[in-house]
């Protein structure tokens, strides 16, 4: 019986083995974090954020006695944060290939939400030009509202993604100066 059980034993091992081989061989390598994309992420979010600090600002313009000439300059000023954004998406998007996973699932998400922001912007830069003496109207004012909400929705998201790097290198520095392994994700 004594056999019997030690080779039970070496074949439950060999097995086991076996498992966790196959399964290394199936688990992706993983992707480092590119550190020039985050570098741009954190750009992108300060291009973002001063967007929408403008969109907040063009917004509450059209609950006061504002002219359309400083609504202009606004929108103005909200496309000149869209373009440097835009230019940093086309870096992230020129890098994407190389980023971790998480990295390049930002830069899918963000670039087709700045897409629509400068679409908005357009529109509502479109309406103004050919509409500048209603600018405390309430088509306007949806205009003016929808580049605030999509300015909010892209700063609020970079922001998270900034937010959730900074985590993840401060998760990984731990790990190491504690001597863990790195958690891995279940499926």
Same mark, same amino acid.
Request: net charge neutral; hydrophobic share 40%; aromatic share 6%.
């Given at each position: 019986?004594? $056999?019997?059980?030690? %080779? ?20 992706? *390598? =993983?992707?480092?974090?590119? /550190? !020039? ?6 750009? #992108? ?5 001063? #967007?929408?600090?403008?969109? /907040?600002?063009? !917004? ?7 002219? @359309?000439?400083?609504?202009? &300059? ?13 230019? +940093? ?12 996973? @998480? ?9 087709? %939400?700045?897409? /629509?922001? *400068? ?29 605030? !909400?999509?300015? +909010? ?8 993604? $900034? !937010? &959730? ?9 731990? /790990?190491?100066?504690?001597?863990? =392994?790195?958690?891995?994700? $279940?499926?």
């Amino acid at each position: 019986m004594k $056999v019997r059980t030690v %080779l039970f034993r070496i074949g439950t091992l060999v097995a086991a083995a076996l498992i966790l081989i196959v399964n290394a061989q199936k688990m992706p *390598a =993983q992707v480092a974090d590119s /550190e !020039e994309i985050s570098k741009l992420l954190i750009e #992108a979010k300060s291009h973002a954020v001063l #967007a929408e600090n403008d969109a /907040e600002s063009l !917004e509450s313009f059209t609950y006061s006695r504002r002219s @359309w000439q400083q609504h202009g &300059y606004k929108l103005a000023a909200i496309r000149g944060h869209v373009n440097d954004l835009g230019k +940093v998406s086309k870096q992230l998007v020129d890098l994407r290939s190389q980023g971790s996973p @998480w990295q390049q699932a930002a830069i899918d998400q963000i670039d087709p %939400l700045l897409r /629509e922001m *400068a679409k908005q912007l357009t529109i509502t830069m479109d309406h103004l030009r050919e509409n500048q003496s209603l600018v405390h109207m309430p088509a306007y004012r949806d205009y003016a509202h929808g580049c605030y !909400e999509l300015a +909010v929705k892209t700063a609020g998201m970079i922001r998270d993604f $900034v !937010e &959730y790097d900074k985590a993840k290198s401060k998760t990984e520095v731990l /790990e190491a100066k504690l001597n863990l =392994q790195p958690t891995e994700k $279940v499926d």
